[in-house]
C-alpha cells in the first residue's frame, strides 16, 4: 500500500521561506516521477514543480527561480523548498508520484498516488 505524507507547511510573511516534505511508503521514489501540485477552494490544481528519476526538474513559471523541488532517495522523501514566498503562493500543497515523459526538457508528470496536503499561508 502506497502512502504519501507532507508536512512542513505553516503561515509565513511574505519574503519568508518554508520547506515541505513528502515522505513516501510502499514504493522506492527513485523509481518514480514526482512533483508537489497546489489548489485553492474552488480552483483547479496546480503544477509548481515536477521531477524524473534521473533528477531533471521543471518548475512553473509562477515559482520558477523561488522554489526548488528534490529527492532524498535514501530516505524516500520528496521535498519543495520554497524561498521568497508571496501571498499568492497562499495554498494547499499535495505531493505526488507517477510516470512521466521529458518533452523539449520539461517533465511532464501523470500523477497516481497522492498525498492528503498540507496548507500554506502567506501574508502580505
Known amino acids: 500500500q502506497v502512502h504519501l505524507v507532507e508536512s512542513g507547511g505553516g503561515s509565513v510573511q511574505a519574503g519568508g521561506s518554508l520547506r515541505l516534505s513528502c515522505v513516501v511508503s510502499?514504493?522506492?521514489?527513485?523509481?518514480?516521477?514526482a512533483g508537489w501540485f497546489r489548489q485553492n477552494p474552488g480552483e483547479g490544481r496546480e503544477g509548481v514543480a515536477s521531477?524524473?528519476?534521473?533528477?531533471?526538474?521543471t518548475s512553473s513559471d509562477s515559482v520558477k527561480g523561488r522554489f526548488t523541488i528534490f529527492r532524498d532517495n535514501a530516505k524516500n522523501t520528496l521535498y519543495l523548498q520554497m524561498n521568497n514566498l508571496k501571498p499568492e503562493d497562499t495554498s494547499i500543497y499535495y505531493c505526488?508520484?507517477?510516470?512521466?515523459?521529458?518533452?523539449?526538457?520539461?517533465?511532464?508528470?501523470?500523477?497516481?498516488?497522492w498525498g492528503q496536503g498540507t496548507q500554506v499561508a502567506v501574508s502580505a
Open positions: 521531477t524524473d528519476v534521473d533528477g531533471d526538474t
Open positions: 505526488a508520484t507517477g510516470n512521466c515523459t521529458v518533452l523539449n526538457g520539461i517533465v511532464h508528470l501523470t500523477p497516481r498516488y
Open positions: 510502499g514504493l522506492p521514489l527513485s523509481s518514480y516521477c
